[in-house]
Nanobody, 122 residues
């Protein structure tokens, strides 16, 4: 079993910054990708940013230039630095990891954190 624990959410004003962190632990052979999703009330969960093994990153268009994802492979952690926050960034943010839990036989699974609330006031 794999656990993802998030931290760093909170209430801020527009244009301020927050840093989210997520630590993975448990039966981990390798993590293929780690990322952040968010879900606002009444909306579908959407990808915010992802960091793939090898160094590539993906961002939602709405956060490009404001958010930066970083990953520490040795520590199995991922961080999301969020700058110039806007009220429309208000959502529950979820950490996600694609984990290889066994090599022989090969087993992979997708895991989610419990979510952390980010609220941006105008």
């Amino acid at each position: 079993q794999v656990q993802l624990v998030e931290s760093g959410g909170g209430l801020v004003q527009a244009e301020e910054s927050l840093r989210l962190s997520c630590a993975a632990s448990g039966s981990i052979f390798r993590i293929n990708a780690m990322g952040w999703y968010r879900q606002a009330p009444g909306k579908q969960r959407e990808l915010v940013a992802a960091a793939i093994t090898g160094g590539s990153t993906n961002y939602a268009d709405s956060v490009k230039g404001r958010f930066t994802i970083s990953r520490d492979n040795a520590e199995n952690t991922v961080h999301l630095q969020m700058n110039s926050l806007k009220p429309e960034d208000t959502a529950v943010y979820y950490c996600n990891a694609g984990v290889v839990t066994s090599l022989i036989p090969r087993r992979t699974a997708n895991y989610w954190g419990q979510g952390t609330q980010v609220t941006v006031s105008s």
